[in-house]
């Protein structure tokens, strides 16, 4: 079954921008939106705002193109605004692919902005649909942290050795932020520091979750084969796959918290798409949704990255660290650059373009050519999983 | 509380005629609040349900109204005396569910009810007020004890009895309550559960006709005297069906469970304390039209089961998760069934009266999970593979319309 033929090196990245993300006080969405598509043109001096064909919008923040267009008065280009809950970005990164790919245009521009701030609450705020009040009221965290006491009754894992391991992912994640200018948080706060922070659900405290931020981030697709004509080293596109689940997980009894089917299953058409047998060994470094430190380990060991019972082991050897043999999260991941829900998708893709140009500084990561992004939406059980994986060659 | 009273008489299997909720705090004014308990107990839609509401007096008024119809009587009650008040130190709070009936499974005949209506300013308030008031002691029981001894005097006539074998006697006065006490001699005297349990207001009468049938024997008369906006003696007579254990369910049956409470989240539920709330935005209060559409789910915890695969569905489902057929589910009813903790967590950024919340996926017997919040526990004390039973609660109340919906509970020993 087909279930999303493959568009494998059809179609190529040619230029991205990112703000800052962070707790900024001083911008709108609109100034966000301005400063993405700003440094996302900048860097392809052959192109001028009116050269775009069209937009995917990716936030939950407007319900329409309109914002955009009034922003960057775009004229009547068609603008769309889309949205899948966490993995918006890349939702409106897929649909430019494909619009490129179909040749319903040249030249998309996808574009992912939040503006989170405004709000004044803690945490995500998700505004709720009129509704009979039989819904959960449970927070992201906690809805994250029901994974903990099921994969360490699963796997045998004591309490003080999981705290250990979420410790050390976000510390891995905040040690690789202080590394980027454009994060979020930029400290490195220590092992104990992290693991004594305030409890917010489960056995997790503050720091185990990903900072509420706002920020922008877009990117320009155009055709592969003339990529090139556009910049030196384009991000050729070798994977897009979503993965939507029907909810079994939150009804049925055969779920257990310690997987997400949506991550393996778009997982597994990726690799099809790009031809990839050994994600481990094929995929240079990935970007993944750590919105929560249990949702990092449990990613590893559904991209295939570690076995299934071991990924809490590989993080806790440090096989995803920036030196490691798979580094994961190199900007800092949501733990640390923050996570503006729309923009988060083309954050990831951000890196895997400023690492594959090797122009991520600091952190660059040698001889890397291959790269994952995961973007997940949703909760345990039931969720919306996107993967891309990425090339800095042609096919 | 009214509906977990009503459940242990499983009302949806042997639907009563009537329903009557009598209470001194209704949830609505305006509304039918046994309406709500009628959706929740899954009784038929025929069913006449009505609250006979205000007063301590309204839980006699009820038992009256469901013995002339066959019905349920309901007398569920929260008493609301200010901090430091006499009505905080001696309420207590309770429910009690009263089946009337016919025929050969009746376990006590209602003999006779004599009454005296009299007027006088006793104890009083003002609706949207949280306490009530009260006259002088001395004036009330000097009211209260001549009507009082004329109601036994008749009702013991007219039976032609010298002395019932079991008696029980209420007042929200306590003083009126000790004299009334000295009348009777102590063998026959049932415990006066205002000590242990405080007075409970409708409740109250009863407690004390459940207190009694627990111990009645076979065809032993029970006096039943309550002063409160005038005087009644009722007295009723066992049958032999009183050992039916299946008839009397009630705390005295071996529920010891105690969950301590203390001080400041009594006040908190009471919305005499308000408390810094978390930085997240207010719950929205369910809206009328969805919860019609799903009325049995979000009222009868009923979900779905799939008829060609048997997979059961919570909330339930058109289209089934296993075999895909679609439209061809029965209704599943869970609220009496037993669930098992599959993982947990505790919340400690979410919204409730009594944080933090403990949140738990749970998997029912024969079926079924559910997310669902876990109350009257201990969150250090929850593990997963605990077993849980679901009870009707109240989430949250927002701009003006309360959320009733279920959730779980550690099971109890019973």
């Given at each position: 079954?087909?279930?999303s033929?493959?568009?494998?090196?059809?179609?190529?990245?040619?230029?991205?921008?990112?703000?800052?993300?962070?707790?900024?006080?001083?911008?709108?969405a609109?100034d966000?939106?301005?400063?993405?598509v700003?440094?996302?043109?900048?860097?392809?001096?052959?192109?001028?705002?009116?050269?775009?064909?069209?937009?995917?919008?990716g936030?939950?923040?407007?319900?329409?193109?309109l914002p955009?267009?009034k922003?960057?008065k775009?004229?009547?280009?068609?603008?769309?605004?889309?949205?899948?809950?966490?993995?918006?970005?890349?939702?409106?990164?897929?649909?430019?692919?494909?619009?490129?790919?179909a040749?319903?245009?040249?030249?998309?521009?996808?574009?992912?902005?939040?503006?989170?701030?405004?709000?004044?609450?803690?945490?995500l705020?998700?505004?709720?649909?009129?509704?009979?009040?039989?819904f959960?009221?449970m927070?992201a965290?906690?809805?994250?942290?029901?994974?903990?006491?099921?994969?360490?009754?699963?796997?045998?894992?004591?309490?003080?050795?999981?705290?250990?391991?979420?410790?050390?992912?976000?510390?891995?994640?905040?040690?690789?932020?202080?590394?980027?200018?454009?994060?979020?948080?930029?400290?490195?706060?220590?092992?104990?520091?992290?693991a004594?922070?305030?409890?917010?659900?489960?056995?997790?405290?503050?720091?185990?979750?990903?900072?509420?931020?706002?920020?922008?981030a877009a990117?320009i697709?155009?055709?592969?084969?003339?990529?090139?004509?556009?910049?030196?080293?384009?991000?050729?596109v070798?994977a897009?796959?979503i993965?939507?689940?029907?909810?079994?997980?939150?009804?049925?009894?055969e779920?257990?918290?310690t997987?997400?089917?949506?991550?393996?299953e778009?997982?597994?058409?990726?690799?099809?798409?790009?031809?990839?047998?050994?994600?481990?060994?094929?995929?240079?470094?990935?970007?993944?949704?750590?919105?929560?430190?249990?949702?990092e380990?449990?990613?590893?060991?559904?991209?295939?990255?570690?076995e299934?019972?071991?990924?809490?082991?590989?993080?806790?050897?440090?096989?995803?660290?920036?030196?490691?043999?798979?580094?994961?999260?190199?900007?800092?991941?949501?733990?640390?650059?923050?996570?503006?829900?729309?923009?988060?998708?083309?954050?990831?893709l951000?890196?895997?373009?400023?690492?594959?140009?090797?122009?991520?500084g600091?952190?660059?990561?040698?001889?890397?050519?291959?790269?994952?992004t995961?973007?997940?939406?949703?909760?345990?059980?039931?969720?919306?999983?996107?993967?891309?994986?990425?090339?800095?060659?042609?096919? | 509380?009214?509906?977990?009273?009503?459940?242990?008489l499983?009302p949806?299997?042997?639907?009563?005629?009537?329903?009557?909720?009598?209470?001194?705090?209704?949830?609505?004014?305006?509304?039918?609040?046994?309406?709500?308990?009628?959706?929740?107990?899954?009784?038929?839609d025929?069913?006449?349900?009505?609250?006979?509401?205000?007063?301590?007096?309204?839980?006699?008024?009820?038992?009256?109204?469901?013995?002339?119809?066959?019905?349920l009587?309901?007398?569920s009650?929260?008493?609301?005396?200010?901090?430091?008040?006499?009505?905080?130190?001696?309420?207590?709070?309770?429910?009690?569910?009263?089946?009337?009936?016919?025929?050969?499974?009746?376990?006590?005949?209602?003999?006779?009810?004599?009454?005296l209506?009299?007027?006088?300013?006793?104890?009083?308030?003002?609706?949207?007020?949280?306490?009530s008031?009260?006259?002088?002691?001395?004036?009330?029981?000097?009211?209260y004890?001549?009507?009082?001894?004329?109601?036994?005097?008749?009702?013991l006539?007219r039976?032609?009895?010298?002395?019932?074998d079991h008696?029980?006697?209420?007042?929200?006065?306590p003083?009126?309550?000790r004299?009334?006490?000295?009348?009777?001699?102590?063998?026959?005297?049932?415990e006066?559960?205002?000590d242990?349990?405080?007075?409970?207001?409708?409740?109250?009468?009863?407690?004390?006709?459940?207190?009694?049938?627990?111990?009645?024997?076979?065809?032993?008369?029970?006096?039943?005297?309550?002063?409160?906006?005038?005087?009644?003696?009722?007295?009723?007579?066992?049958?032999?069906?009183?050992?039916?254990?299946?008839?009397?369910?009630?705390?005295?049956?071996g529920?010891?469970?105690?969950?301590?409470?203390?001080?400041?989240s009594?006040?908190?539920?009471?919305?005499?304390?308000?408390?810094?709330?978390?930085?997240?935005?207010?719950?929205v209060?369910?809206?009328a039209?969805?919860?019609?559409r799903?009325?049995?789910?979000?009222?009868?915890?009923?979900?779905?089961?799939?008829?060609?695969c048997?997979?059961?569905?919570?909330?339930?489902?058109?289209?089934?998760?296993?075999?895909?057929?679609?439209?061809?589910?029965?209704?599943h009813p869970?609220?009496?069934k037993?669930?098992?903790?599959?993982?947990?967590?505790?919340?400690?950024?979410?919204?409730?009266?009594?944080?933090?919340?403990i949140?738990?996926?749970?998997?029912?017997?024969?079926g079924?999970?559910i997310?669902?919040?876990?109350?009257?526990?201990d969150?250090?004390?929850?593990?997963?593979g605990?077993n849980?039973e679901?009870t009707?609660?109240?989430?949250?109340?927002?701009?003006?319309?309360?959320?009733?919906?279920?959730?779980?509970?550690?099971?109890?020993?019973?």
């Amino acid at each position: 079954m087909i279930v999303s033929k493959s568009i494998k090196d059809s179609v190529a990245v040619i230029g991205m921008g990112c703000t800052q993300f962070g707790e900024l006080w001083d911008k709108s969405a609109t100034d966000l939106m301005i400063e993405a598509v700003q440094e996302t043109l900048g860097v392809v001096p052959a192109l001028e705002l009116n050269d775009l064909d069209a937009y995917w919008l990716g936030t939950m923040g407007s319900n329409s193109g309109l914002p955009l267009a009034k922003a960057l008065k775009t004229g009547y280009k068609p603008i769309t605004r889309v949205e899948n809950m966490c993995a918006t970005g890349s939702e409106a990164f897929r649909a430019s692919c494909y619009a490129v790919a179909a040749g319903a245009c040249d030249v998309a521009m996808a574009i992912g902005v939040e503006k989170l701030k405004d709000s004044g609450t803690s945490g995500l705020v998700i505004p709720d649909p009129i509704r009979d009040g039989t819904f959960s009221e449970m927070t992201a965290p906690a809805l994250y942290s029901m994974i903990v006491p099921a994969y360490c009754k699963k796997y045998g894992v004591t309490e003080q050795e999981m705290k250990e391991v979420l410790t050390r992912i976000a510390w891995k994640n905040h040690q690789n932020g202080s590394k980027n200018p454009r994060a979020q948080f930029k400290n490195c706060p220590d092992k104990d520091m992290i693991a004594g922070s305030p409890t917010v659900a489960g056995q997790l405290g503050v720091l185990d979750c990903s900072g509420v931020a706002d920020g922008a981030a877009a990117a320009i697709v155009v055709s592969a084969d003339r990529a090139s004509d556009y910049c030196e080293h384009p991000l050729y596109v070798k994977a897009l796959s979503i993965a939507t689940g029907s909810g079994q997980g939150t009804m049925s009894p055969e779920y257990d918290f310690t997987t997400f089917p949506e991550v393996v299953e778009s997982a597994r058409r990726a690799y099809s798409q790009a031809g990839i047998s050994q994600p481990g060994d094929e995929i240079d470094f990935a970007e993944v949704h750590d919105c929560f430190t249990p949702t990092e380990l449990v990613l590893m060991e559904d991209l295939g990255f570690s076995e299934r019972g071991s990924g809490w082991r590989d993080a806790l050897a440090g096989r995803f660290d920036l030196d490691g043999d798979l580094p994961v999260n190199p900007d800092g991941g949501l733990k640390s650059f923050g996570h503006p829900i729309g923009a988060s998708g083309l954050r990831m893709l951000f890196e895997v373009w400023l690492q594959l140009s090797n122009s991520a500084g600091e952190r660059q990561i040698s001889g890397v050519s291959t790269a994952l992004t995961n973007n997940l939406g949703g909760q345990p059980g039931e969720c919306v999983s996107f993967v891309g994986i990425f090339g800095s060659e042609p096919g | 509380m009214a509906v977990e009273a009503a459940r242990r008489l499983s009302p949806s299997t042997n639907p009563p005629e009537t329903l009557w909720l009598a209470t001194t705090m209704p949830a609505y004014a305006d509304r039918t609040n046994a309406v709500g308990m009628h959706a929740a107990l899954r009784l038929p839609d025929h069913v006449f349900s009505a609250d006979v509401v205000g007063a301590i007096r309204s839980g006699l008024g009820a038992m009256r109204a469901a013995l002339s119809t066959a019905g349920l009587a309901v007398l569920s009650d929260v008493r609301t005396g200010l901090p430091g008040s006499a009505d905080e130190a001696r309420g207590g709070d309770a429910a009690v569910a009263i089946q009337f009936g016919r025929g050969r499974d009746v376990i006590a005949e209602w003999l006779y009810h004599e009454s005296l209506t009299v007027d006088f300013l006793d104890r009083w308030r003002v609706p949207g007020a949280r306490n009530s008031k009260t006259w002088e002691e001395r004036f009330t029981v000097q009211e209260y004890l001549p009507i009082t001894k004329e109601v036994v005097s008749r009702v013991l006539q007219r039976a032609s009895l010298d002395k019932p074998d079991h008696v029980a006697v209420l007042s929200p006065d306590p003083r009126t309550t000790r004299e009334m006490r000295n009348w009777f001699d102590h063998e026959c005297l049932s415990e006066d559960l205002t000590d242990k349990i405080g007075f409970t207001g409708t409740a109250h009468l009863g407690l004390a006709l459940g207190q009694i049938l627990q111990i009645a024997k076979p065809g032993q008369t029970i006096l039943l005297v309550q002063a409160s906006d005038g005087a009644d003696a009722i007295l009723l007579r066992t049958t032999d069906q009183i050992g039916n254990p299946e008839a009397t369910k009630g705390p005295w049956a071996g529920r010891n469970q105690i969950n301590e409470l203390d001080y400041i989240s009594f006040l908190t539920w009471r919305g005499l304390l308000q408390r810094e709330p978390p930085r997240r935005p207010e719950p929205v209060g369910p809206a009328a039209p969805p919860a019609v559409r799903n009325r049995e789910w979000k009222m009868g915890l009923v979900g779905s089961q799939c008829q060609a695969c048997g997979r059961t569905h919570a909330p339930p489902q058109r289209v089934c998760t296993e075999c895909h057929i679609v439209d061809n589910m029965l209704p599943h009813p869970l609220a009496d069934k037993i669930a098992t903790v599959a993982t947990y967590t505790v919340d400690h950024l979410a919204h409730s009266l009594s944080p933090p919340v403990i949140a738990a996926m749970i998997d029912f017997e024969g079926g079924g999970r559910i997310e669902t919040e876990i109350t009257d526990a201990d969150p250090e004390a929850i593990s997963v593979g605990d077993n849980v039973e679901m009870t009707f609660r109240r989430r949250f109340t927002a701009d003006g319309v309360h959320n009733y919906f279920w959730k779980a509970r550690p099971v109890r020993e019973s």
